[in-house]
């Protein structure tokens, strides 16, 4: 009997152990140090994305062009530029900004769509992803200032005549966010799958791994998120840039994104200041399958509503293409 006991508690002693490991650890780098190979062990990898081409997609390789700048902090950014065709006029530059765990290559099927529309597409591997540099994420508080640092290099190398376009998913739509609020040379931004509020998506995330919530525990992750590299979590707060955003805005989510909830997406719609703004729900898209589910009729879509006539009054509220 006293043998079971001691084993007993030496289970729950090494339960408990492993549990503190994880909550003060584990999860806190797993979530902010991307470019671990540790991680992948535990997460899906994506670096598959490296090996996407742009022939695969019908993009020539002569209209691809790979560059590298840097960061105010002095980290190197990786990216890519897409020309548009001399067959369509040239109607402004779209950035688009992956989700955690991508990387740019992941644009080619949007910019294989839009150059062929007149526009020059980029795509920059944020820190600490792809090949960019960086030992940290910071979800928004050092990318914003990344992303506007990503403009001025495009504004002196490439020159920027027509509208610029910010288009980001998840992570990257939080950044798009936090910079559009700032930046006065984003003209339009387009926003898939994101979060309104930083605290609450590592919640939602929390819930979607574990199955199950704890405000304790994740005000512990969130704490030691924030001081391992460095960052406020109350800076990170797409819906506070919402509410001074007066440019047109696209929302989009998935009706089953169970990593971000869809009710993000709805604060951030009705958040914003700009009354030029359009609202998408895909009834059957999930968490950064929104192009996978919408295909070129959501492309079609986006389209429509950056050729729409921007006059300030709100566009249609709709529930899908």
Not at 121 to 144: Q, V
Not at 163 to 187: K, M, N, P
Not at 248 to 254: A, D, E, Y
Not at 296 to 303: K, R
Request: aromatic share 12%; with cysteine.
């Amino acid at each position: 009997m006293k043998r079971a006991i001691k084993i007993l508690s030496f289970v729950i002693l090494l339960t408990l152990l492993v549990t503190v490991i994880a909550i003060v650890w584990f999860i806190p780098n797993y979530t902010i140090r991307i470019n671990s190979k540790f991680n992948n062990i535990f997460l899906t990898d994506h670096s598959s994305d490296k090996l996407l081409k742009p022939e695969d997609f019908g993009i020539p390789k002569s209209s691809v062009e790979y560059f590298s700048t840097h960061t105010p902090d002095g980290l190197k950014i990786s990216a890519l530029r897409v020309l548009h065709e001399d067959s369509a006029d040239r109607r402004g530059a779209i950035i688009f900004l992956h989700g955690i765990r991508r990387s740019k290559e992941c644009s080619f099927p949007m910019a294989s769509f839009f150059s062929k529309k007149g526009y020059d597409c980029y795509a920059m591997d944020l820190r600490s992803h792809g090949e960019s540099s960086g030992e940290y994420i910071t979800y928004g508080e050092s990318e914003h200032d990344d992303l506007s640092s990503f403009i001025d290099y495009i504004s002196e190398n490439f020159g920027l005549e027509e509208r610029v376009i910010l288009w980001g998913q998840s992570l990257g739509a939080a950044v798009a966010f936090l910079t559009a609020e700032y930046d006065s040379r984003v003209d339009v931004l387009i926003s898939e799958s994101t979060y309104s509020e930083f605290e609450r998506s590592v919640g939602d995330f929390f819930s979607f791994f574990t199955g199950f919530n704890s405000p304790f525990i994740e005000r512990i992750i969130v704490k030691r998120i924030s001081s391992i590299a460095k960052f406020r979590p109350d800076d990170i707060s797409p819906l506070n840039a919402a509410k001074n955003i007066d440019i047109p805005v696209m929302i989009v989510h998935g009706h089953k994104d169970n990593k971000i909830s869809p009710v993000n997406a709805y604060e951030l719609f009705y958040g914003l200041l700009s009354g030029n703004k359009r609202f998408l729900i895909l009834p059957d898209a999930s968490h950064l399958d929104v192009w996978d589910k919408g295909g070129n009729e959501y492309f079609a879509e986006v389209e429509k509503f950056l050729n729409t006539k921007l006059n300030g009054k709100k566009q249609p509220f709709s529930l899908r293409p």
